[in-house]
């Protein structure tokens, strides 16, 4: 592919984001492969060109663009380079017209900005687009970190988690064979501190109530071995990912698909028998930006308050599953004061039998009942979480 041919690949790429963030479609990352698989004749350097192009003008445009051609001349205006590959040569975009109008760069949706917590000021924004890095979580059951920290190429123990190693954002590890032997799993450091806020322990009865593909329920299988831990989610696809997870890990973990608006009476016999019961809720995302920047294409103000909604529901639901003197651990990778602290103050009004209890890790800024981790003060994923003790 030319110069030019891989600029117009990137602005075709792009009609088809922007369109999948207006219908809830398939995101960026799905799209690119997708794209590239009917295109045999491009090769690996096409491919990673084209990909660094997109994501450069999703990662510049905190607003969705009209098109992906002012998104691309958005960023060529930028880049003058950039710019003279608008030359209506074969295979190329055409040349840019006067009147042609760039995306504006901005990195947070405007309508967002005063939504977000305190502790994410202007200066904090532009950690919450650079490229993230891959980290991983050993699997403590089975594994010695500072071991597999000499056997990876460049890797790093992360400064929070104890469980975690830290790798520069392009590596690559799913062909390791502490990997293919599950002695590790890909998981932000934020997410790792997560499980290690429900203080998992032997003997122990856990609900990951919002368990997804099982990240958060695998951390806790391996930190505590000889605990129960129950998974359960609405979706089926994704709960089914957990199982040859851990089998690979070589956990045991109970899975548990619940059906939307039964989910009561499908969980009544936990009611009053759980020590632990985590509610890693669905939420905006927003704390994850840098690894899926068109999130912010997604959100609406209508999605958003649906969500907030969703994250009350399951608070309340996950209230009469305590055991009295257990604990109930509230998280959503988010930095927005509704998902976090607002929604833990209102939780807390609706629900005098729980008190607030201390985050056991470091890290973080106290925000509200909980903590709130960010890229710029954390290098994590932007989460916050709080922690209930249901006296």
Known sequence: MTPAARVQAAIEILDEVIASTRDDGAPADTIVQRYFKTRRYAGSKDRRAVR??????????????????????????????????????????????????????SLIPHWVRPLLSDHVTDDEWPALLERAPLDIRVNVARANREELVGQIENALPTSLSPWGIRLAADSRIDSHPAFADGLIEVQDEGSQLIALACQPADGLRILDLCAGAGGKSLALAAAAPNAEIIASDTNRSRLAQLSPRAERARATIDTRLIDGGRETAQLADLEGQCDIVLVDAPCSGSGT???????????????????????????????????????????????IRAEGADQARNFLGRHSSCLVQDIPFDGGRADGPGRLLTPGHDATDGFFVARFVRS
């Open 289 to 335: 930006w840098r690894r899926n920047p068109e999130g912010r294409w997604r959100l609406t103000s209508q999605r958003l308050d649906r969500l907030v909604r969703l994250q009350q529901r399951l608070l309340d639901l996950a209230v009469p599953l305590v055991r009295p003197g257990g604990a109930l651990v509230y998280a959503t990778c988010s930095i």
């Open 52 to 105: 660094e192009l997109v994501f450069r003008a999703i990662r510049r445009s905190g607003e969705p663009p009209a098109s992906g051609r002012a998104a691309m001349i958005g960023l060529a205006d930028e880049d003058a380079v950039l710019l003279d590959l608008f030359d209506g040569s074969p295979h190329g975009p055409s040349v840019r017209e006067a009147a042609e109008s760039p995306a504006p760069a």
